[in-house]
Nanobody, 121 residues
Framework: QVQLVESGGGLVQAGGSLRLSCAAS????????MGWFRQAPGKEREFVAA????????YYADSVKGRFTISRDNAKNTVYLQMNSLKPEDTAVYFC??????????????WGQGTQVTVSS
């Protein structure tokens, strides 16, 4: 079983920064691909960023390139999403995902419950 728990969300003004964390359960292997997705009210879940199991490959949505950075610390079973220069359109519930396939689509096997990020103008 793999359990994921996100944290670090909150309310921030436009231009500010937040760092999201996703902690995996003790049974989670380091050899899994990880991703971040987000979903705003009334919208479909969209891809944000992904990282391969060894950290060698990363992908970003065009909307966050240059502003967000995904990273992982396998020793801590944790993946991070550093979000800088936040915009109101970044407001959403952010979900952490893990799975066998590194993908920009929601084909991951495990999902966290999400953490709310609200960016005020």
């Amino acid at each position: 079983q793999v359990q994921l728990v996100e944290s670090g969300g909150g309310l921030v003004q436009a231009g500010g920064s937040l760092r999201l964390s996703c902690a995996a359960s003790r049974r989670t292997s380091s050899s899994v691909n990880m991703g971040w997705f987000r979903q705003a009210p009334g919208k479909e879940r969209e891809f944000v960023a992904a990282i391969s199991w060894n950290g060698g490959v990363t992908y970003y949505a065009d909307s966050v390139k240059g502003r967000f950075t995904i990273s992982r610390d396998n020793a801590k079973n944790t993946v991070y999403l550093q979000m800088n220069s936040l915009k109101p359109e970044d407001t959403a519930v952010y979900f952490c995902a893990a799975g066998r396939v590194l993908s920009t689509t929601p084909v991951y096997d495990y999902w966290g419950q999400g953490t709310q990020v609200t960016v005020s103008s």
